[in-house]
Every structure is written in C-alpha cells, then in structure tokens.
C-alpha cells in the first residue's frame, strides 16, 4: 500500500526567510503532485513532476523529484504571507489509480 | 464557469438521517472521485469512477453509495448518518493518463 509522508506537518516561519517541504513515498512512482490549500477553499493544483530530476519552479516555489530516493521537496524562497496555506504532495501508486495524499503541511508565514 | 460544482457547500443534518451531495464536472473528463477531508485536513479518497464505471471502493461504510449517471456525474448518498461522517467531502474529476486532479469547492457535513 502506498503511504504519502510529509515533514514538517506544521511550519511557521518569517517572512524572507527560505524553508523546505518534504515528501517521501513509500512504493515506486513516478509522479509526483503538488497541490495548495487555502482555509476554507478547495485543493489548487501547483506542480506535477513526472520524472526523476524533474524540477518546476513557479514563483517564489519550487519543486523537484527524486524517484530513486523517492522523495520531492517543495522550496520555499523568500516566503511572503501570500503563501501562507497548506501545501499537500500527493503520488500514484500506478497509472490511473487515485492519488495518496500526504497530511498536508500547514505553513504560516509571519512578518 | 465552474469546472467542478458540487451541492451543497453546507449540510447540516441529525444523526440518522439520509443525505446526497451532487457533483458535476464540464471538463470533460472521465474519471471522478470523491475525497473525504478529515477535521484534522487529511484527504482519503473514497471512491473513483471511470467512464460511470466504479474503479475504486476504498474500505468506506456502506452507508456510502456513490452514483454516477453519466461521465460527468458523480453523486454521493448517505444513509444512516453518524457523528463521524461530519467532514467535507470533496469531488474532484481528471482525464485517464493524466491524473491532475481539479477538485470541486468541498461539501461540509455536519452531523450532530
């Protein structure tokens, strides 16, 4: 069964400041998804990494993927409190099955 | 227009009671699902249909009966409703190949 970890579950930081999302899975895959989550609204979906070494960047985020390690980091750069939300990373155990989400990773981000 | 709509946004109701959320997808996608967000915000996936074919039963009470009538319907009824199933419920639809999921705005179940 395909388990979806995060660390930090819970991160309060400055504003500035740079700070890493981890993500590990359990079970081979070669996806991996990013998606945002303001309180009180719907998941919006940020990266999809799909392959090892894949690496996107939007902004002050960016993502990339390891499969051998499996593991994906989101980077945060400069964080400002427009980021401020839970971030999930979610991956596929194989092709058309549904995702495994991780806990969610509640960022704060304070002046 | 909204790509996934799901009614209601609230639901309030007693415990015991029977209750359906709808959803509705105009991406033309042929996968949908329904996801179930915890109090503490984790996301469990409830059910996948393909095509208005059932993919995926999680271990999920069968007091859950989804239904879809078509490809770009995929309702959810619950019987018999107990305090634990308060939550929100969120339907999201994708395209077979490429799972990027876009989900509906959430269905939040109070059961008291």
């Known amino acids: 069964e395909l388990k979806v970890e995060q660390n930090p579950l819970f991160l309060s930081m400055q504003e500035g400041k740079n700070y890493t999302i981890y993500c590990n899975y359990s079970?081979?895959?070669?996806?991996l998804y990013w998606y945002r989550q303001d309180p009180g609204k719907s998941l919006e979906s940020l990266f999809v990494?799909?392959?090892?070494?894949a690496v996107k960047q939007e902004g002050r985020l960016m993502a990339s993927l390891d499969t051998k390690a499996r593991l994906s980091t989101l980077h945060i750069t400069a964080a400002v409190h427009d980021l401020s939300a839970t971030y999930f990373c979610?991956?596929?155990?194989?092709?058309?099955?549904?995702?495994?989400f991780g806990k969610g990773t509640r960022l704060s981000v304070i002046a | 227009d909204t790509a996934v709509s799901q009614t209601p946004k609230y639901l309030v109701t007693q415990m015991g009671n029977d209750k359906s959320i709808k959803c509705e997808q105009n991406?033309?996608?042929?996968?949908m699902y329904w996801y179930k967000q915890d109090s503490k915000k984790f996301l469990k996936i409830m059910f996948s249909?393909?095509?208005?074919?059932?993919?995926i039963n999680e271990t999920v009470p069968n007091r859950f009966s989804p239904k879809s009538p078509d490809k770009a319907h995929l309702n959810l009824h619950i019987n018999s409703l107990e305090l634990g199933d308060s939550a929100v419920y969120f339907c999201?639809?994708?395209?077979?190949?490429?799972?990027?999921?876009?989900f509906g705005a959430g269905s939040r179940l109070t059961v008291l």
């Open positions: 999201a639809s994708s395209q077979s190949g490429a799972n990027v999921l876009t």
């Open positions: 079970t081979t895959s070669d996806r």
């Open positions: 990494l799909l392959s090892n070494g």
């Open positions: 979610a991956a596929e155990s194989s092709g058309n099955t549904p995702l495994v």
């Open positions: 991406l033309g996608h042929d996968t």
């Open positions: 249909y393909n095509n208005k074919e059932l993919i």
